[in-house]
């Protein structure tokens, strides 16, 4: 299946959103406080290029699918672990999708990106290492700290819209351009996902000419 990538826009500059919110995980973790930045860079898929926020808010991603033509869909049915739902745009070669991901599905990919970050940030500083380098029973909410809440939370969010859109593409076989279009910024998004919740959200691709 083909994933995500994104590629920088120039004309991505000038945000200066100063936000601190306290999040509440679930179960396992602590409420946490940080700052937020005033962009971010999003790695989608396999493919770490930056991309920095618009004055509108509003993400820019590139899709990589191949496909045999452009279909005609108004809403498809529910995917495993995630429901689309389609619909048409003012411009009638693009087509809107709403994403709602299921508690299940966004908390496995919580944990495998938190799992992975804590692995490639061994040793933690300040633990005592054991036989492999490793520095075992730390709490989460602590790992959380270290690493940087805002940062864990953009690559779970990117991961979840990497892999339920290229999914999707893929699957209904859509020939789309390159420009994938979130409706939402980063800040509501990161606002509204927690882990082990339902987390919705809405893009917008381009449909290209398959001759």
Known sequence: MEMLAVKPDPHFFNLNPKIITKKQFADVFTQCQFSRR??????M????????GRPTNK???TVEAASSGVKDIEVSSPMEDFTITTSSVEKTNELKISVEVSGIKTQQIFDNVFSKMVADAQPIPGFRRVKGGK???IPRDILLEI???????????????NSTIAEYVDKEGLMVSKELRVEQSFEDLEEMFEPGDKFRFDAIVQFIDSK
């Open 38 to 43: 005033k962009c971010f860079c999003i790695n």
């Open 45 to 52: 898929g396999y493919d770490p290029q930056k991309l920095l």
């Open 59 to 61: 993400y820019l991603f």
């Open 135 to 137: 520095t075992p029973n």
């Open 147 to 161: 690493l940087g809440p805002s940062k864990v939370y953009k690559q779970v969010i990117d991961k979840v819209i």
